[in-house]
């Protein structure tokens, strides 16, 4: 049986946080360095897998997301969706653009730029695919591949305005510094679930981005890789 959603994370207490790790070096957090890393990339295990367990009522699906980092002049930001209020799914929640795979699509690349592209209005053309991080499986049961790519201005992005309420970018820098990551419990009958959050506000805005649950892993996991 897979646990329970977890409706509201804000009210979820925070366990602690991870100051005690280094953050990721800023030599490595530039378009050829992560080029590199990924041609490199060998034996990483990921270590966050996600919350799917086996014997769910509900069978494994595929899905995919676009982990964009796009390349600006003040350094590489993550581009990042907040999902409108009136979804049934993740509703008002922070995500990448993404989605479930559809027979039409060859690879997780291919859902991941088609779902970009529909959901953002971001062209295929300005992505440079990098490589993919490991499998995450939801509470939810999709297998999600992040797929990781550069993405180059310029360009325009036309939201989806049924999914998508906003879309926004958060300094790699700042996702990549585990003193911003952190832990929560989840306390629930039977056992509890951990998750991580990394709340994020620009510095001119009153608006904070609760960056949690399937996306914080991602990120985390990234984290893990670029430190592998």
Known sequence: ???????????VPVAGHDHHLEP???????PEALR???RDARGFEAPIRGDGAAGA???????????????REHGLQVMLTRRTDHLRDHAGQISFPGGRSEPEDDSPEATALREAEEEVGLPPDRVELLGRLPDYTTVTQFVVTPVVGLVHPPFELTLD???VAEAFEVPLAFLMT?????????????GQRQFLSMPWRQADAAHEYFIWGATAAMLRNLYHFLRH
Request: glycine letters at 4%; hydrophobic letters at 40%; aromatic letters at 8%.
């Open 178 to 190: 585990p003193a911003h990551h952190r832990r929560h419990v989840f306390q629930f009958e039977g």
């Open 57 to 71: 009522p509900r069978a494994p699906a595929q899905a995919a997301v676009l982990v964009g980092l796009v390349v």
């Open 36 to 38: 590199q890393q990924f």
């Open 161 to 163: 305005a049924f999914e």
């Open 24 to 30: 990721v070096d800023p030599s490595r957090l530039t």
């Open 1 to 11: 049986m897979s646990p329970p959603r977890i409706k509201d994370p804000h009210a």
